[in-house]
RNA sequence: GGUCCGUUGGAGAAGUGGCUUAACUCAUUGCCCUCUCAAGGCAACAUUCACGGGUUCGAAUCCCGUACGGACUACCA
Protein backbone atom coordinates (compact mmCIF):
# COMPACT_ATOMS: atom_id res chain seq x y z
CA UNK A 1 0.00 0.00 0.00
CA UNK A 2 1.08 3.65 -0.86
CA UNK A 3 2.22 5.63 2.21
CA UNK A 4 -0.08 8.30 2.11
CA UNK A 5 1.12 11.37 4.08
CA UNK A 6 0.48 12.26 7.29
CA UNK A 7 -2.28 15.08 7.43
CA UNK A 8 -4.14 15.80 10.77
CA UNK A 9 -6.63 18.55 11.91
CA UNK A 10 -8.16 20.96 14.35
CA UNK A 11 -11.55 22.13 13.74
CA UNK A 12 -12.72 24.36 16.37
CA UNK A 13 -16.44 25.91 16.14
CA UNK A 14 -15.84 29.59 16.28
CA UNK A 15 -17.67 30.24 19.46
CA UNK A 16 -15.24 31.40 21.91
CA UNK A 17 -11.95 31.81 22.90
CA UNK A 18 -9.48 29.21 22.62
CA UNK A 19 -9.42 26.69 26.27
CA UNK A 20 -7.54 24.28 27.22
CA UNK A 21 -9.17 20.95 26.29
CA UNK A 22 -9.31 22.60 22.84
CA UNK A 23 -5.48 23.26 23.13
CA UNK A 24 -4.64 20.19 23.71
CA UNK A 25 -6.67 18.82 21.20
CA UNK A 26 -4.53 20.42 18.59
CA UNK A 27 -1.31 20.29 20.69
CA UNK A 28 -1.52 16.24 20.24
CA UNK A 29 -2.70 16.23 16.56
CA UNK A 30 0.31 18.97 16.35
CA UNK A 31 2.14 16.61 17.56
CA UNK A 32 1.30 13.67 15.24
CA UNK A 33 2.44 15.75 12.32
CA UNK A 34 5.37 16.78 13.28
CA UNK A 35 6.37 13.32 14.49
CA UNK A 36 5.16 11.86 11.24
CA UNK A 37 6.61 14.72 9.08
CA UNK A 38 3.20 15.60 8.45
CA UNK A 39 0.57 18.41 8.11
CA UNK A 40 -1.08 20.13 10.50
CA UNK A 41 -4.29 21.67 9.44
CA UNK A 42 -6.32 24.22 10.88
CA UNK A 43 -9.88 24.69 9.77
CA UNK A 44 -13.09 25.98 11.09
CA UNK A 45 -16.51 24.30 11.79
CA UNK A 46 -19.35 27.20 11.89
CA UNK A 47 -22.38 25.29 10.83
CA UNK A 48 -24.30 26.75 14.22
CA UNK A 49 -24.46 30.01 12.64
CA UNK A 50 -26.58 31.10 15.80
CA UNK A 51 -23.62 30.50 18.25
CA UNK A 52 -20.75 31.57 15.88
CA UNK A 53 -19.04 34.46 17.74
CA UNK A 54 -17.55 37.42 15.65
CA UNK A 55 -13.77 37.86 15.74
CA UNK A 56 -13.57 34.12 17.53
CA UNK A 57 -11.78 32.10 14.76
CA UNK A 58 -9.39 34.83 14.59
CA UNK A 59 -8.64 35.01 18.01
CA UNK A 60 -8.40 30.84 18.05
CA UNK A 61 -5.96 30.76 15.63
CA UNK A 62 -3.80 33.63 17.34
CA UNK A 63 -3.85 31.90 20.56
CA UNK A 64 -2.53 28.55 18.79
CA UNK A 65 0.27 30.50 17.09
CA UNK A 66 1.51 31.79 20.47
CA UNK A 67 1.44 28.60 22.36
CA UNK A 68 3.76 27.30 19.57
CA UNK A 69 1.38 25.23 17.33
CA UNK A 70 1.61 26.30 14.03
CA UNK A 71 -0.48 25.18 11.62
CA UNK A 72 0.79 24.63 7.67
CA UNK A 73 -2.59 24.92 6.57
CA UNK A 74 -4.97 27.35 8.30
CA UNK A 75 -7.92 29.79 7.18
CA UNK A 76 -5.27 32.21 6.92
CA UNK A 77 -2.86 30.14 4.78
CA UNK A 78 -4.91 27.97 2.85
CA UNK A 79 -3.55 25.50 0.51
CA UNK A 80 -5.83 25.86 -3.12
CA UNK A 81 -6.21 22.50 -2.94
CA UNK A 82 -7.83 21.52 0.00
CA UNK A 83 -9.69 25.09 0.27
CA UNK A 84 -11.76 26.34 1.36
CA UNK A 85 -11.14 25.70 5.14
CA UNK A 86 -15.07 26.77 6.54
CA UNK A 87 -17.34 25.12 6.34
CA UNK A 88 -20.11 27.76 5.49
CA UNK A 89 -18.16 28.64 2.84
CA UNK A 90 -18.72 24.99 1.09
CA UNK A 91 -22.46 24.32 1.72
CA UNK A 92 -23.13 23.89 -1.79
CA UNK A 93 -20.82 20.53 -1.25
CA UNK A 94 -22.34 19.14 1.22
CA UNK A 95 -25.84 19.62 -0.37
CA UNK A 96 -24.65 18.07 -3.38
CA UNK A 97 -23.29 15.04 -1.37
CA UNK A 98 -26.16 14.28 1.20
CA UNK A 99 -28.12 14.46 -2.40
CA UNK A 100 -25.80 11.13 -3.57
CA UNK A 101 -26.73 10.07 -0.45
CA UNK A 102 -30.35 10.01 -1.24
CA UNK A 103 -29.91 8.69 -4.48
CA UNK A 104 -28.42 5.89 -3.79
CA UNK A 105 -31.10 5.20 -1.27
CA UNK A 106 -29.04 6.09 2.26
CA UNK A 107 -30.46 8.93 3.32
CA UNK A 108 -33.86 10.09 3.27
CA UNK A 109 -36.18 13.86 3.51
CA UNK A 110 -37.87 13.87 7.04
CA UNK A 111 -40.76 16.44 7.14
CA UNK A 112 -41.20 15.86 11.40
CA UNK A 113 -40.90 19.34 12.97
CA UNK A 114 -39.40 19.83 16.09
CA UNK A 115 -42.69 19.44 18.03
CA UNK A 116 -43.14 16.67 16.76
CA UNK A 117 -39.63 14.85 17.61
CA UNK A 118 -40.19 16.59 20.98
CA UNK A 119 -43.40 14.76 21.36
CA UNK A 120 -41.98 11.31 19.77
CA UNK A 121 -39.09 11.17 22.61
CA UNK A 122 -41.21 11.89 25.80
CA UNK A 123 -43.68 9.47 24.44
CA UNK A 124 -40.72 6.98 23.58
CA UNK A 125 -39.27 7.91 27.15
CA UNK A 126 -42.43 7.33 29.24
CA UNK A 127 -43.62 4.00 27.50
CA UNK A 128 -40.40 2.57 29.42
CA UNK A 129 -37.93 2.25 25.38
CA UNK A 130 -34.34 2.19 27.01
CA UNK A 131 -33.05 4.92 24.18
CA UNK A 132 -34.67 7.61 22.16
CA UNK A 133 -34.53 6.58 18.44
CA UNK A 134 -35.83 8.18 15.79
CA UNK A 135 -38.73 5.96 14.37
CA UNK A 136 -38.52 6.36 10.83
CA UNK A 137 -41.76 7.73 10.22
CA UNK A 138 -40.46 10.12 7.11
CA UNK A 139 -38.69 6.95 5.77
CA UNK A 140 -40.92 6.13 3.00
CA UNK A 141 -42.99 9.15 2.35
CA UNK A 142 -44.74 8.87 -0.65
CA UNK A 143 -44.24 11.98 -3.06
CA UNK A 144 -47.79 12.79 -2.38
CA UNK A 145 -46.73 13.17 1.01
CA UNK A 146 -44.27 15.04 0.70
CA UNK A 147 -46.23 17.59 -1.50
CA UNK A 148 -48.72 17.80 1.40
CA UNK A 149 -45.79 18.85 3.93
CA UNK A 150 -44.50 21.33 1.30
CA UNK A 151 -47.59 22.89 1.18
CA UNK A 152 -47.84 23.35 4.67
CA UNK A 153 -44.65 25.24 4.59
CA UNK A 154 -42.75 22.25 6.01
CA UNK A 155 -38.96 22.31 4.63
CA UNK A 156 -37.47 18.86 5.21
CA UNK A 157 -33.92 18.09 7.34
CA UNK A 158 -31.85 15.09 5.46
CA UNK A 159 -31.72 11.99 7.65
CA UNK A 160 -28.84 9.42 7.19
CA UNK A 161 -31.25 5.14 7.17
CA UNK A 162 -28.75 3.15 9.72
CA UNK A 163 -28.53 -0.22 8.35
CA UNK A 164 -29.52 -2.65 11.22
CA UNK A 165 -28.04 -4.89 13.35
CA UNK A 166 -24.73 -3.95 11.72
CA UNK A 167 -21.25 -3.92 13.54
CA UNK A 168 -19.12 -0.61 13.17
CA UNK A 169 -15.77 -1.26 14.60
CA UNK A 170 -12.74 0.69 14.16
CA UNK A 171 -9.32 0.45 16.28
CA UNK A 172 -9.02 3.51 18.16
CA UNK A 173 -5.13 4.78 18.29
CA UNK A 174 -5.40 4.94 22.05
CA UNK A 175 -8.06 2.73 23.11
CA UNK A 176 -7.57 0.10 20.76
CA UNK A 177 -10.67 -2.02 19.33
CA UNK A 178 -13.88 -0.92 19.46
CA UNK A 179 -17.54 -1.51 18.41
CA UNK A 180 -20.71 -0.32 18.24
CA UNK A 181 -24.22 -1.77 16.48
CA UNK A 182 -26.21 0.09 14.50
CA UNK A 183 -29.27 -0.85 15.71
CA UNK A 184 -28.23 1.27 18.46
CA UNK A 185 -28.21 4.64 16.79
CA UNK A 186 -30.76 6.22 15.04
CA UNK A 187 -31.12 7.52 11.95
CA UNK A 188 -29.51 11.34 12.60
CA UNK A 189 -30.31 14.42 10.34
CA UNK A 190 -27.21 15.00 8.72
CA UNK A 191 -28.33 18.18 6.88
CA UNK A 192 -30.59 20.82 9.27
CA UNK A 193 -34.09 21.85 7.38
CA UNK A 194 -31.96 25.38 7.11
CA UNK A 195 -29.75 23.52 4.47
CA UNK A 196 -26.83 23.59 6.58
CA UNK A 197 -25.02 20.05 7.61
CA UNK A 198 -25.05 18.88 10.93
CA UNK A 199 -21.70 18.09 12.61
CA UNK A 200 -21.26 14.54 11.86
CA UNK A 201 -21.89 14.68 8.35
CA UNK A 202 -20.01 18.03 7.57
CA UNK A 203 -16.37 16.39 9.46
CA UNK A 204 -16.76 13.44 7.35
CA UNK A 205 -16.96 15.17 4.53
CA UNK A 206 -14.18 17.64 5.24
CA UNK A 207 -11.91 15.04 6.39
CA UNK A 208 -12.21 13.14 3.26
CA UNK A 209 -11.80 16.50 0.72
CA UNK A 210 -8.97 17.43 3.02
CA UNK A 211 -7.29 13.98 3.13
CA UNK A 212 -7.23 14.01 6.86
CA UNK A 213 -5.62 10.54 7.86
CA UNK A 214 -5.48 10.54 11.28
CA UNK A 215 -8.04 12.54 13.81
CA UNK A 216 -6.98 12.54 17.56
CA UNK A 217 -10.19 14.09 19.94
CA UNK A 218 -11.62 14.14 22.80
CA UNK A 219 -13.65 11.25 24.53
CA UNK A 220 -16.65 12.83 24.03
CA UNK A 221 -16.43 11.76 20.17
CA UNK A 222 -16.01 7.94 20.92
CA UNK A 223 -20.08 7.74 19.75
CA UNK A 224 -20.26 10.09 17.02
CA UNK A 225 -17.80 7.92 15.70
CA UNK A 226 -20.12 5.10 14.48
CA UNK A 227 -22.09 7.64 12.85
CA UNK A 228 -19.55 8.74 10.72
CA UNK A 229 -18.26 5.34 10.21
CA UNK A 230 -21.73 4.67 8.64
CA UNK A 231 -21.10 7.62 6.59
CA UNK A 232 -17.90 6.74 5.59
CA UNK A 233 -19.11 3.26 4.31
CA UNK A 234 -22.10 4.75 2.46
CA UNK A 235 -19.81 6.55 0.14
CA UNK A 236 -17.20 4.24 0.29
CA UNK A 237 -14.53 6.23 1.28
CA UNK A 238 -11.52 5.14 3.68
CA UNK A 239 -12.25 7.11 7.01
CA UNK A 240 -9.24 8.18 8.67
CA UNK A 241 -7.69 6.56 11.89
CA UNK A 242 -9.57 7.79 14.95
CA UNK A 243 -7.49 8.13 18.56
CA UNK A 244 -10.33 9.18 21.30
CA UNK A 245 -8.52 11.27 24.07
CA UNK A 246 -9.25 11.22 27.59
CA UNK A 247 -11.30 13.85 28.81
CA UNK A 248 -10.16 16.85 31.23
CA UNK A 249 -11.96 16.60 34.45
CA UNK A 250 -11.75 19.52 37.23
CA UNK A 251 -11.11 18.71 40.92
CA UNK A 252 -14.69 17.83 41.22
CA UNK A 253 -14.50 14.58 38.38
CA UNK A 254 -15.92 16.30 35.84
CA UNK A 255 -15.37 17.60 32.46
CA UNK A 256 -14.19 20.37 32.14
CA UNK A 257 -16.23 22.54 31.17
CA UNK A 258 -16.51 26.36 29.77
CA UNK A 259 -18.76 27.51 32.05
CA UNK A 260 -16.20 26.84 35.22
CA UNK A 261 -15.58 29.46 36.82
CA UNK A 262 -13.06 28.29 39.04
CA UNK A 263 -10.39 27.19 36.64
CA UNK A 264 -8.89 29.38 34.35
CA UNK A 265 -9.14 28.07 30.99
CA UNK A 266 -8.53 30.35 28.08
CA UNK A 267 -5.49 30.49 27.01
CA UNK A 268 -5.71 34.17 26.74
CA UNK A 269 -6.42 34.73 30.11
CA UNK A 270 -3.08 32.51 30.93
CA UNK A 271 -1.34 34.78 28.46
CA UNK A 272 -2.37 37.62 30.61
CA UNK A 273 -1.61 36.31 34.09
CA UNK A 274 2.30 35.70 32.72
CA UNK A 275 2.25 31.92 31.89
CA UNK A 276 4.73 31.19 29.27
CA UNK A 277 3.75 29.56 26.04
CA UNK A 278 6.47 26.97 26.14
CA UNK A 279 5.14 25.81 29.94
CA UNK A 280 1.46 25.86 29.03
CA UNK A 281 2.91 23.96 25.96
CA UNK A 282 4.57 21.39 28.24
CA UNK A 283 1.93 21.43 30.50
CA UNK A 284 -0.64 20.27 27.75
CA UNK A 285 1.61 17.69 26.62
CA UNK A 286 1.17 16.07 30.22
CA UNK A 287 -2.40 16.28 30.23
CA UNK A 288 -3.44 12.32 29.29
CA UNK A 289 -0.01 11.45 28.30
CA UNK A 290 3.55 10.24 29.69
CA UNK A 291 6.52 10.24 27.94
CA UNK A 292 8.58 7.09 27.63
CA UNK A 293 11.34 7.99 29.98
CA UNK A 294 9.24 9.88 32.18
CA UNK A 295 10.82 13.38 31.84
CA UNK A 296 7.95 15.69 32.39
CA UNK A 297 10.60 19.16 31.60
CA UNK A 298 11.00 18.52 27.93
CA UNK A 299 11.42 21.04 24.76
CA UNK A 300 9.27 20.49 21.68
CA UNK A 301 12.08 18.78 19.70
CA UNK A 302 12.08 16.18 22.49
CA UNK A 303 8.42 15.23 22.14
CA UNK A 304 8.31 15.80 18.58
CA UNK A 305 11.00 13.17 17.98
CA UNK A 306 9.78 10.89 20.83
CA UNK A 307 5.93 11.75 21.10
CA UNK A 308 3.96 8.24 20.92
CA UNK A 309 0.62 8.14 20.72
CA UNK A 310 -0.12 4.92 21.83
CA UNK A 311 0.97 6.12 24.97
CA UNK A 312 -2.04 8.50 25.54
CA UNK A 313 -3.66 7.96 28.64
CA UNK A 314 -7.48 5.96 28.71
CA UNK A 315 -8.26 7.77 32.30
CA UNK A 316 -9.39 11.10 32.67
CA UNK A 317 -6.62 13.52 33.76
CA UNK A 318 -7.20 16.13 36.31
CA UNK A 319 -6.44 19.61 35.38
CA UNK A 320 -3.79 20.37 38.14
CA UNK A 321 -3.49 24.20 38.23
CA UNK A 322 -0.16 23.99 40.71
CA UNK A 323 1.71 21.52 38.27
CA UNK A 324 1.19 24.00 35.36
CA UNK A 325 2.21 26.87 37.78
CA UNK A 326 5.42 24.41 39.11
CA UNK A 327 6.16 23.93 35.19
CA UNK A 328 5.45 27.68 34.97
CA UNK A 329 8.32 28.71 37.72
CA UNK A 330 10.63 26.47 36.02
CA UNK A 331 10.54 27.84 32.52
CA UNK A 332 10.38 31.00 34.12
CA UNK A 333 13.93 30.20 36.12
CA UNK A 334 15.27 28.76 33.16
CA UNK A 335 14.68 32.15 30.95
CA UNK A 336 17.86 34.01 29.75
CA UNK A 337 17.62 37.53 30.81
CA UNK A 338 16.94 39.70 27.73
CA UNK A 339 14.16 37.59 27.06
CA UNK A 340 12.99 37.73 31.02
CA UNK A 341 13.19 41.49 30.77
CA UNK A 342 10.90 41.61 28.09
CA UNK A 343 8.34 38.97 29.38
CA UNK A 344 8.56 40.80 32.83
CA UNK A 345 8.80 44.78 32.00
CA UNK A 346 4.76 45.14 30.92
CA UNK A 347 3.97 43.89 34.29
CA UNK A 348 6.31 46.14 36.21
CA UNK A 349 4.98 49.20 34.48
CA UNK A 350 1.91 48.57 36.09
CA UNK A 351 3.37 50.34 38.81
CA UNK A 352 3.50 53.95 38.38
CA UNK A 353 6.21 54.59 40.51
CA UNK A 354 8.21 51.98 38.49
CA UNK A 355 6.93 52.94 35.14
CA UNK A 356 9.76 55.43 33.75
CA UNK A 357 12.79 54.47 35.68
CA UNK A 358 15.38 53.90 33.62
CA UNK A 359 16.25 50.20 32.06
CA UNK A 360 19.03 49.24 34.28
CA UNK A 361 17.02 50.01 36.87
CA UNK A 362 14.13 48.37 36.03
CA UNK A 363 16.53 45.43 35.06
CA UNK A 364 17.91 45.19 38.42
CA UNK A 365 14.51 45.11 40.26
CA UNK A 366 13.40 42.70 37.94
CA UNK A 367 16.08 40.24 38.72
CA UNK A 368 15.50 40.92 42.10
CA UNK A 369 12.42 38.70 41.32
CA UNK A 370 13.12 36.23 38.96
CA UNK A 371 13.71 33.23 41.56
CA UNK A 372 11.03 34.19 43.25
CA UNK A 373 7.94 33.75 40.08
CA UNK A 374 5.46 31.01 39.49
CA UNK A 375 3.90 33.69 37.13
CA UNK A 376 4.26 37.38 35.23
CA UNK A 377 1.78 38.84 37.18
CA UNK A 378 2.83 37.70 40.69
CA UNK A 379 5.72 40.32 40.19
CA UNK A 380 2.82 43.60 41.08
CA UNK A 381 2.15 41.93 43.93
CA UNK A 382 5.24 41.11 44.92
CA UNK A 383 6.22 44.66 44.24
CA UNK A 384 3.27 46.03 45.61
CA UNK A 385 4.23 44.25 49.21
CA UNK A 386 7.19 46.33 49.34
CA UNK A 387 5.97 49.47 47.95
CA UNK A 388 3.19 49.69 50.05
CA UNK A 389 3.73 49.44 53.35
CA UNK A 390 1.27 47.40 55.58
CA UNK A 391 -0.48 48.94 57.65
CA UNK A 392 -2.02 46.71 60.26
CA UNK A 393 0.46 44.67 62.26
CA UNK A 394 -0.25 40.79 63.43
CA UNK A 395 0.15 39.75 66.84
CA UNK A 396 3.62 38.53 66.16
CA UNK A 397 4.71 41.40 64.28
CA UNK A 398 3.41 43.24 67.27
CA UNK A 399 5.49 41.60 69.76
CA UNK A 400 8.84 41.61 67.44
CA UNK A 401 8.84 45.21 67.39
CA UNK A 402 7.98 46.04 70.96
CA UNK A 403 10.79 43.87 71.81
CA UNK A 404 12.95 45.70 74.37
CA UNK A 405 15.86 45.22 72.11
CA UNK A 406 14.25 46.32 68.81
CA UNK A 407 13.68 49.91 68.88
CA UNK A 408 17.41 50.38 69.62
CA UNK A 409 18.02 48.21 66.36
CA UNK A 410 16.26 50.10 64.49
CA UNK A 411 17.36 53.43 65.95
CA UNK A 412 20.68 52.08 64.95
CA UNK A 413 19.98 51.10 61.45
CA UNK A 414 18.76 54.26 60.55
CA UNK A 415 21.84 56.34 62.27
CA UNK A 416 24.17 54.51 59.95
CA UNK A 417 21.75 54.17 57.39
CA UNK A 418 21.74 58.34 57.50
CA UNK A 419 25.47 58.88 57.63
CA UNK A 420 25.64 56.56 54.31
CA UNK A 421 26.62 58.08 50.87
CA UNK A 422 25.50 55.63 48.71
CA UNK A 423 23.39 52.51 49.49
CA UNK A 424 24.81 49.28 47.82
CA UNK A 425 24.62 46.02 48.96
CA UNK A 426 27.76 45.53 50.54
CA UNK A 427 27.07 48.92 52.43
CA UNK A 428 23.99 47.94 53.99
CA UNK A 429 25.65 44.31 55.05
CA UNK A 430 28.70 46.41 56.89
CA UNK A 431 25.89 47.94 58.44
CA UNK A 432 24.43 45.22 59.89
CA UNK A 433 27.46 43.58 60.50
CA UNK A 434 28.58 46.57 62.75
CA UNK A 435 24.98 46.60 64.80
CA UNK A 436 25.45 42.69 65.14
CA UNK A 437 29.20 43.66 66.79
CA UNK A 438 27.61 46.81 69.05
CA UNK A 439 24.73 45.06 70.20
CA UNK A 440 26.03 41.34 70.33
CA UNK A 441 22.47 40.80 69.04
CA UNK A 442 22.40 38.52 65.74
CA UNK A 443 20.00 37.00 62.92
CA UNK A 444 16.38 37.33 63.37
CA UNK A 445 16.71 39.93 65.95
CA UNK A 446 17.99 42.34 64.19
CA UNK A 447 16.59 41.93 60.66
CA UNK A 448 12.70 41.61 61.56
CA UNK A 449 11.75 44.68 63.34
CA UNK A 450 13.85 46.77 60.18
CA UNK A 451 12.11 44.45 57.82
CA UNK A 452 8.44 44.78 59.76
CA UNK A 453 9.22 48.41 60.03
CA UNK A 454 9.80 48.87 56.85
CA UNK A 455 7.14 46.81 54.98
CA UNK A 456 4.68 45.74 57.55
CA UNK A 457 5.39 42.10 56.69
CA UNK A 458 7.84 39.33 57.86
CA UNK A 459 7.88 37.68 54.58
CA UNK A 460 9.56 38.87 51.51
CA UNK A 461 12.93 39.25 49.02
CA UNK A 462 16.45 39.59 50.92
CA UNK A 463 16.78 42.78 52.68
CA UNK A 464 18.98 44.59 50.96
CA UNK A 465 17.13 44.18 48.08
CA UNK A 466 14.15 45.77 49.79
CA UNK A 467 16.18 48.56 50.50
CA UNK A 468 17.36 49.17 47.51
CA UNK A 469 14.17 49.40 46.00
CA UNK A 470 12.39 51.61 48.66
CA UNK A 471 15.81 53.79 48.01
CA UNK A 472 17.30 55.60 50.85
CA UNK A 473 14.93 58.71 51.46
CA UNK A 474 11.48 56.24 51.67
CA UNK A 475 14.17 53.60 53.68
CA UNK A 476 14.36 56.12 56.58
CA UNK A 477 11.31 57.76 56.55
CA UNK A 478 9.27 54.51 57.56
CA UNK A 479 12.00 53.50 60.13
C1' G B 1 -32.71 3.64 31.07
C1' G B 2 -29.36 2.42 26.72
C1' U B 3 -24.45 2.47 24.26
C1' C B 4 -19.39 3.11 24.96
C1' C B 5 -15.09 4.13 28.03
C1' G B 6 -12.52 3.98 32.50
C1' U B 7 -10.87 2.56 38.03
C1' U B 8 -2.68 2.03 40.69
C1' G B 9 -1.16 7.35 46.66
C1' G B 10 -4.12 14.01 47.77
C1' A B 11 -2.98 14.85 41.97
C1' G B 12 -0.60 13.30 37.19
C1' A B 13 1.24 8.52 36.51
C1' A B 14 5.19 4.23 35.25
C1' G B 15 4.01 -0.67 34.97
C1' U B 16 2.14 -5.17 28.84
C1' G B 17 2.56 -12.50 33.85
C1' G B 18 8.33 -13.45 37.61
C1' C B 19 13.87 -7.96 37.23
C1' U B 20 8.28 -4.34 41.84
C1' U B 21 11.04 -3.92 48.38
C1' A B 22 4.97 -0.56 42.86
C1' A B 23 9.58 4.24 39.05
C1' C B 24 9.23 9.38 38.24
C1' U B 25 6.78 14.40 38.91
C1' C B 26 3.43 17.92 41.46
C1' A B 27 1.23 18.67 46.20
C1' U B 28 1.83 17.76 51.48
C1' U B 29 5.05 17.07 55.88
C1' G B 30 9.93 17.16 58.24
C1' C B 31 15.12 18.48 58.11
C1' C B 32 19.28 21.49 55.93
C1' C B 33 20.41 26.39 54.00
C1' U B 34 18.65 31.18 55.74
C1' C B 35 16.78 37.61 58.95
C1' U B 36 11.78 35.89 56.70
C1' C B 37 9.14 34.01 52.49
C1' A B 38 10.42 31.77 48.17
C1' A B 39 14.10 29.16 45.48
C1' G B 40 17.62 25.18 46.15
C1' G B 41 19.34 20.46 48.71
C1' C B 42 17.88 16.05 51.51
C1' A B 43 14.13 12.85 53.43
C1' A B 44 9.13 10.87 54.54
C1' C B 45 4.52 9.65 52.27
C1' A B 46 0.46 2.93 48.43
C1' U B 47 2.54 -3.89 53.01
C1' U B 48 -0.42 -2.79 47.88
C1' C B 49 -2.87 -1.67 42.63
C1' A B 50 -11.93 -0.47 43.50
C1' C B 51 -14.16 -5.21 45.31
C1' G B 52 -15.26 -10.61 44.69
C1' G B 53 -14.12 -14.91 42.10
C1' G B 54 -11.22 -17.59 38.36
C1' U B 55 -6.71 -18.99 35.16
C1' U B 56 -1.43 -19.85 36.57
C1' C B 57 4.08 -22.67 39.94
C1' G B 58 3.49 -17.17 40.01
C1' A B 59 -1.22 -11.48 38.63
C1' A B 60 -1.43 -4.50 39.49
C1' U B 61 -0.63 -7.06 34.86
C1' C B 62 -5.00 -12.35 31.63
C1' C B 63 -10.63 -13.87 32.16
C1' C B 64 -15.60 -13.28 34.49
C1' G B 65 -18.87 -10.77 37.75
C1' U B 66 -20.03 -6.63 41.07
C1' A B 67 -19.48 -1.68 42.62
C1' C B 68 -18.22 3.12 41.52
C1' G B 69 -16.94 7.15 38.11
C1' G B 70 -17.27 9.39 33.31
C1' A B 71 -18.64 10.46 28.04
C1' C B 72 -22.48 10.24 24.67
C1' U B 73 -27.69 9.56 23.99
C1' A B 74 -29.89 17.30 19.70
C1' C B 75 -32.08 19.85 13.02
C1' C B 76 -24.62 21.74 19.30
C1' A B 77 -19.94 20.95 17.85
Not at 105 to 134: D, I, P
Not at 144 to 167: A, D, F, T
Not at 317 to 335: R, V
Request: glycine letters at 6%.
Amino acid sequence: MEEKKVRVRYAPSPTGYLHIGGARSALFNYLYAKKYHGDFVFRIEDTDIERNIEGAEAEQLHDLIWLGIIPDESTEKPNPKYAPYRQSEKLELYRKYAQELIDKGYAYECYCTKEELEEMKVQQLSSGVKSFKYDRRCLNLTEEEKLIYKKEGRVPSIRLKMPSNHVLKFHDLVRGDVSFNSDDIGDFVIMKSNGIPTYNFAVVVDDHIMEITHVLRGEEHLSNTPKQLQIYEYFGWEPPQFGHMTIIINPNGKKLSKRDLNIVQFVSQYRKLGYLPEAIFNFLCLLGYTDQAGKELFDKDYIFETFDPSRLSTSPSMFDNKKLLWINSQYIKAMDNEKYFSFIFPYIDEIDSLKDIDLNRKQEIALMFKNELNYGEEIVSLLKDILIKKDELNEEEKIILEKETSPKVIALFKQKLELLNEVNEEAVKNIFNEIKKETGLKGKDIYMPIRISLTGVMHGIEMYNIIDILGKEETLKRL
